[in-house]
């Protein structure tokens, strides 16, 4: 199974009429090949598994937090954000 980023990159409203602004982030496990992917209102950033392990085993990182996944993918593709992704942020299932 691979990860992914999701970063909003367009304000919009979501099914439950809340606002979902530009920069929020979401991550979570996908079955799509890796890549950047336009998505709706953002994009779509997927690595595979085997990347995201490695990523965290080099480092000693034993739990699997929204956080870390966020610092593997953006490791992956360089991807500078200025919002940190905390552990209370929502995330894909």
């Not at 593709?77 to 992704?85: Q, T």
């Amino acid at each position: 199974m691979n990860w992914f980023l999701y970063i909003v990159t367009n304000n919009f409203l979501d099914v439950d009429g809340e606002l979902i602004k530009s920069g929020n982030a979401g991550v979570g496990q996908c079955s799509m090949s890796p890549g950047i992917i336009d998505a709706p209102h953002g994009t779509m950033y997927v690595v595979s598994g085997e990347d995201v392990k490695n990523f965290l085993n080099e480092r000693g990182i034993r739990s699997i937090k929204p956080r870390y996944i966020r610092q593997a993918i953006e490791a992956y593709y360089s991807v500078k954000e200025k919002e940190i992704l905390d552990d209370e942020e929502f995330v894909f299932d």
